[in-house]
């Protein structure tokens, strides 16, 4: 099966709950940005004063942007509810 054909059997059920918090705060003065170019989904957008624009509904929950982060406190990072998120289909 293609790569395109795998993705294309995954289903983002997006939770009203987002599962990742950003602090724009505290990503104010982070140097490096470094969940903008890590995040394999683009969901990361810096803003004009500093900070980041976050969009939880597209996400791996690969966790990259959770380790990368070097900003204390700047990512809240849970999984979301039961049901909600991706979800892999096979066949
Ligand atoms: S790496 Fe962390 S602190 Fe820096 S901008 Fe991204 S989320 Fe914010
Ligand atoms: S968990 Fe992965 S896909 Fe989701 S926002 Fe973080 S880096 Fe991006």
């Not at 980041?52 to 406190?73: A, D, K, P, S, V």
């Not at 979301?80 to 066949?91: C, M, S, W």
Request: with cysteine; net charge negative; hydrophobic share 35%.
């Amino acid at each position: 099966m293609s790569f395109d054909d795998r993705m294309a059997t995954v289903d983002f059920r997006v939770g009203e709950r987002a599962h990742i918090m950003v602090d724009s705060d505290v990503c104010r003065s982070c140097t490096t940005k470094a969940c903008v170019t890590a995040c394999p989904a683009n969901l990361f957008a810096p803003t004009s004063d500093g900070g980041i624009l976050f969009n939880y509904e597209q996400c791996f929950e690969c966790g990259t942007c959770y380790m990368i982060c070097n900003g204390e406190n700047a990512i809240r990072w849970t999984y979301p509810d039961g049901g909600q998120g991706v979800v892999f289909r096979r066949g």
